[in-house]
Structure formats: C-alpha cells, structure tokens
C-alpha cells in the first residue's frame, strides 16, 4: 500500500517526506523531475504504551511506503513516469501551502490554498478525462469495424456516464460501481478515485485556528477529502527533541500530540487498513491489515503458516490492558477472549495465534 505525496512548488512536500520516513534527502535532491520512495514510520501513541509497558528486547512498528512525486503541473502531469507513478498510488496526500514567507515564492504569486487545492484537482480530474476519451475513441473504432464485445459496450456505457462527470469538472469518487462493474473496471486507476488527503502547511501562529480546514471541509464536502493542518516547521522542532522537551513544546502550544501521529492515522484510514499488535518480552510489533480482515488473514500477515494452520486467536483489548495495566489482572477479570476463524480483527487488537501445521 502507497501514499503519493503531491503538490505545487515551494509547499513543503520535500519537509513532510523528511519528516514521515525520519531521515534527510541528498542535499543534491531537487525534486523537479525526481521520484523518492521511502517507508514512513506509522506514529500511534499505543504502540509507545505498549513498548513502556512490556519492555521489550526488540521493538517493531509498522511502516507504509510514501512516494514524494515531483513538481505538480499540467506539463509533469502529462509526462508517463509521473503519471504512472500517481497510479500506482493507493492513496494521495496533497500538501497545500497557507504559510505566509516572503522569502519563500508561490507559483502562483499569491498564498491561497483553496484555489490551488481547485488547481491541483482539476488536473486529475483532466488526467483521468483525457483516459476517458481515449478509451471511448478506441472502443468505437472497434465497434466500427466490427470488433467490439459485449464487455466492451457495458464498459462504453460506464465510461460514457463517468465523461459526462468529468466534462462537469467532477470527481469519479462518488461513481457509483456494483460489483460486476467493478470487476469491468479494474485495469483503470482513476486519480480522482483515489483517496486524498490534504494537508495544510500553516503558519506557526495558526496552529490553533481550524477556520480554513472548515472552509476547505465545506466547499469540498461531497469530495470525502480528509483534511488536517500543521505547519512544517514545528513538526521539525518536535523530531529535534527529547522525549521530555518534546511534550513540554507540546504543552506550550497546547498541542495534544504531534500532527505526525495524525497523519499516520489519516494515511492508515485513506488505505483502509487498521494495526493489531503482538506482545512479549521478547518483542512488541505493530501489523496491518485491511479493515474487515478476519483473525486467519491477520495470522497470515505474520506468517503464512500461521493462516494455513490457525486454530484460534487469543484476543485482548487495547483500552482494557490499559485499564487494567497487567496481563494476569486482565485474564483474572475474564478479559481474555478465544476468538475462531470468523472473528473480525479491531483495530489494536493484541493478538497470540495459536496455530498447528
């Protein structure tokens, strides 16, 4: 599962990548026509709890892959390797800039991030228009000459109403598809389908103000954006500190935790997975899996011998190992659950496999 990170020149992609994966890029790094993968360290507060709890030898938590795309514009977009990395993502993270530095240039002259969120999104919305009309025109070549087939006139169809969206400046995310179109479908990576995240890079002295997310959140309410604000510069402050230093910042600002913990969970909900966990002295690791998976599938993210000879899963609960702070007062208290092969893992779960091949 991958996010892309996207957005316009001078917005603080480069930053945010930094910050998500917890290490520095090439100072030769430009980021014009260049793409950057990494593995972004997921920030969730009960993985820490954990990890203070058992003290563990060894400490694992779980990763997601963020691709830091190149400078977002009509002539990049157009390019292949650009395009066919946008594709390739599950989800899209558009950073936004509403920070005010006059030493720092915008694109367009002037900070509005409700107009470049517009501007960004209307090129996805072409990208996936310009897909669109190239298949039309294909099919109906074909039709001409006699070598069209049923699948190719039902896919007709659902391309043809999904133009008609498109040609409004609509996105696909509300299409709606059965699962036999679905099936018709899915060699096609609509951006405007994809799952977006937006994040806007604020100013330090703005940290406290959610009027622009409202103003965002309202004039996009029917485009399930999932949006938050932070600035760059304070994210950077936090990474540089001790553990102590860091929640003393935090306090200072009124900040209940970093905007990274956020984000990991923002990411995590635009990919559709969820963390279980497993516990030990030996080792605290943090998983994921799809939501809705069962407890088989979630053995089978550890191990696939674990999947193939699952017997049961012994489950406890995140917020009543807190509350009762010790394993054996948990299982005392009949907290310990014996979960079968139908069971619907939580997200933070701690789960034992019991398994025999």
């Not at 910050?19 to 990494?38: A, C, D, T, V």
């Not at 694992?60 to 002539?75: H, M, S, W």
């Not at 995240?197 to 959610?210: C, P, S, W």
């Amino acid at each position: 599962m991958k996010i892309g990170i996207i957005g316009l020149p001078q917005v603080g992609k480069k930053a945010f990548f930094e910050l998500l994966i917890g290490g520095k890029l090439p100072e030769n790094f430009s980021g014009k026509q260049e793409i950057k993968l990494g593995a972004a360290v997921i920030r969730d507060a009960r993985f820490n709890k954990l990890v203070e709890m058992y003290k563990p030898a060894k400490s694992v938590p779980a990763t997601i892959d963020v691709v830091l795309l190149p400078k977002f514009d009509r002539e990049t977009i157009q390019s292949g390797e650009f395009l066919k990395s946008l594709e390739k993502c599950d989800a899209l993270c558009h950073i936004v800039r509403a920070f005010t530095d006059e030493n720092v240039f915008h694109v367009n002259d002037t900070v509005d991030p409700l107009r470049d969120i517009e501007n960004v999104y209307t090129e996805l919305i072409l990208s996936d228009l310009i897909l669109v009309e190239k298949r039309i025109e294909r099919i109906d070549h074909d039709k001409k000459k006699g070598a069209s087939t049923a699948g190719q006139d039902k896919e007709r169809e659902i391309i043809g109403k999904m133009k008609v969206l498109l040609d409004e400046n609509k996105p696909l995310v509300n299409f709606p598809l059965n699962e036999d179109e679905k099936k018709i479908m899915s060699t096609y990576q609509f951006l405007t389908r994809k799952p977006m995240i937006i994040v806007l890079n604020i100013d330090d002295n703005k940290i406290q103000d959610g009027s622009l997310i409202k103003k965002v959140e309202d004039q996009y309410k029917d485009f399930h954006f999932k949006v938050m604000q932070t600035s760059a510069k304070i994210e950077a402050e936090l990474i540089s500190l001790s553990l102590e230093e860091r929640q003393a910042f935090l306090d200072d600002l009124n900040i209940k935790e970093p905007a990274l913990n956020k984000l990991s969970a923002l990411c995590f909900e635009a990919l559709g997975l969820i963390s279980f966990f497993t516990v030990g002295e030996d080792e605290v690791r943090q998983w994921t899996v799809k939501k809705a998976s069962t407890a088989p599938q979630a053995a089978g993210v550890i191990h696939s011998d674990l999947e193939r000879g699952f017997i049961r899963a012994e489950v406890m609960k995140y917020n009543e190992l807190m509350e009762y702070k010790e394993e054996l007062k948990l299982k005392e208290a009949g907290k310990l659950y014996l979960k079968g092969k139908e069971y619907i893992v939580d997200d933070g779960d701690i789960i034992n496999i019991r398994f025999n091949v």
